[in-house]
């Protein structure tokens, strides 16, 4: 038995008095039994909305942009608006995986598998936008750059445009090789449980030959390791540059230096409440509650009200930086296109508060951290209001800014920007439902590693031990401490 | 490769593993390998492993990344494509810190995870000799290498005197080849598992 002490206080991470092969077991019976009533039910809807998606992308490029509503100020729309919304969920995937790594939280082990897939996911649906919005999707490459015919010319590296080209690759690319790395081992637990030979071929192929050598595992973890810190500060400079692309403009109400902490805390912000909303329904649909306990979503609400308030600050103090920088134009911005209710996009800026800042304050109370029905409902909610937030920050900047002659008309999307969107949605979810029918939702060689120190009957075991006299335990050498007979006398 | 014969003792849990993994070192037995269904904390010490270099290998991958980066936008931007921007400088090195991060962390990942998947030999389509199914599940799987001298009855009730709850013994081929995982395997039957 390990004598790593976990304190008697802390819930156990995994209940139910599992052992290894029972974590096995429960992990991959989702993906080893035929899929639920609701599980086709869901799919059915899902690829319903991606196909949706795609009609309306196949309209935006056959007949060009002009589809939607965006006008001669109102350049950005919905289009970049949603852009941002799913940059932004990818976040949390990143921060459980790696950040909570670094920091040695136990309670990742139960979600990291999940979040990473949405953030897999999620940028998938972000890269879509900025590449549709193109209009001439088949030249999408020209934002690389290559050596080219045209004479000497290249991308321009200066520009925050092409910052985001690179971070959003390379965070879609880092996350991808992360997620896949971990996924080696449990794809080999289950090639070798395969009752099927097409299984048994095709599970045997994910999993590379892995064989779970000693070797192999000392370079697996040196590997997550490293791309843990590799990832925590990616994962901060994808946001910060994705809040370059408007805090390096001249525009009102985007020209602020806040920006870059402002949308980090959003996007960790949203990212929780969308792995709150989909491990509320994979713990649920998958009977995972011994491996998600409510103690994994109290923390998560704990995250969400800590990133929410954030955020509540960042928009105090623009509110207070439009009036004390006695800059006409920010003043304006602020205090009218955005924080008087009757202005035209009123109603988005005081959506948004609702959603982002003052509900999120019942997770001060820990009834409210542990109850599924609230945490499920405010994890939508809190999705909406980060929604409204970057279409509160894109229209609104844009819609009125310095001379009234240029004052646009009221910008309301057309059919196929809310399909587009509806679209990303289908393929998120087609994906995430495939995601769950064929992939271990949740690490299962990280489940095992932690079972010793904070399993249920683990901690049981370790409650009994603290009374036996520490010369019991004998050392053992080889940095590893053992009890031989397990302690007991 | 030529097939060897190893001992194959399995054990059920970690913390009898160990002394056991110490008792066969101390007889002098060469353990080929110990398969486990999870990462081993100081198992690799255990076994009088080295301890592995690809965070280093990782650290080079970063820097080539950084000189990529930015010794491609300096020749791009001072030498073949001098833009004037407003009268700035041509070198503008704040501006292009992000790609220059960016690159070095798409580097070091895609270096690294290259060169443990070249390391392990792990690849698709890459099928190696499994000495335990239950290695990915539940089972430690100590795998000892037999030559000429070994007394494979001796090592066999060694094993089991260390607190193995399998022994057996395999004649087998090391390493790694092309194949299927579906061909000659034996396919896995449903154990039911008490709640």
Redesign the interface.
Known sequence: ??LKYESQLREPLVYGHK????V??DIVRPIEAKPSKLWYVGFYIAVCLLMFGVYSVYRDVTYGIGQWNLNKTIGWGWDITNFVWWVGIGHAGTLISAILLLFRQGWRTGVNRAAEAMTIFAVMCAGQFPIFHMGRVWMAFFCL?YPNSRG???V???S?L??DV??IS?YF??SL??WY?GL??DF??V????????R??L????S????????????????S???AG??T??VL?VHT?VS?DFATSVVPGWHTTIFPPYFVAGAVFSGFAMVQSLMIIIRKVFGMEDYITMGHIEAMNKVIVLTGSIVGIAYLTELFMGWYSQNKYEGYTFWYSRAYLFSPYGWSYWGMMACNVISPQIFWFKKMRRNLVVTFFMSVIVNIGMWFERFVIIVTSLYRDYLPSSWSVYYSPTTWEIGFYMGTFGLFFTCFFLFAKYFPVIA???I??VL?TTGESYKEKMHHLEHVPAEVFAH?????T???N?GHN | MAKKKFVVASFDDEDVLFPAVKKARTAGYKIQDVYTPFAVHGLDHALGMRETSLHTAGFIYGITGTTTALSCITWIFTKDWPLDIGGKPHFALPAWIPIIFELTVLFAAVGMVLTFCYLCQLAPFVKKHHFHPRATDDLFVMVIECNDKTNVDDLVGFMKGTGAVEVDVQVAEEGWWLGRYDKDEVLFEHKTVAA
Do not use: C
């Open positions: 038995m390990h052992t290894f092969a029972q096995t077991e750059p000497p010319l290249w321009n590296f200066n925050p092409l910052w690179f971070a390379t690319t880092v090789l992360f790395s080696l081992p080999a637990t090639r070798d449980r395969a009752f099927t030979k097409l048994k071929r599970y045997g192929i994910a590379f030959g892995w064989t779970g050598s000693t070797k192999h595992w000392q370079r697996h973890e040196s590997l390791l490293v791309l590799l990832s500060p990616l400079s540059i370059f299962i060689a990280e095992k590693y010793k053992s050498g080889h940095g590893h053992t009890v031989e397990g």
